[in-house]
């Protein structure tokens, strides 16, 4: 009944539908236009309201770390973000629950949006920045 009673607080809450592993492809934009492809894994660890989750992308030219914490309070989600292959964090903020979530991504001279819809076991992620980063469509499944 413990096991039980602990995968049952796991699952229920905003961020439920994201645990655990993900892994998939896509493309990143650079601020010249050009586009790679890129290769991805997510973890999300969600616990009740709250959340921890970590991304991380790589082309053959190009890397991130993205690693977030959130919590939820009715439809709103706050948080901090960290992007440690280049030492920048802040602020995410943004709407969601159920799969669906709309959030942006802010800093000192940068701001992204990102865009993560989830469906079963399918998961697509979408970002788009005002810097070098333009941004990156990511498919992912679990």
Known sequence: AGIAATESSAQSGPFAPLAGSWSGSGTVTLDDGSTERIRCRAKYAPIGPTM????TCA???YKFNLGA???AEGGAIAGSWSETSRNISGS?????SGGSYELVASTAGFNANISLKTSGNKQNVTMRADSQFRGAHISMSK
């Open 69 to 71: 914490n959130v919590k």
């Open 92 to 96: 995410l903020q943004g709407r969601g």
């Open 59 to 61: 082309s053959d030219a």
């Open 52 to 55: 921890e989750m970590s991304l």
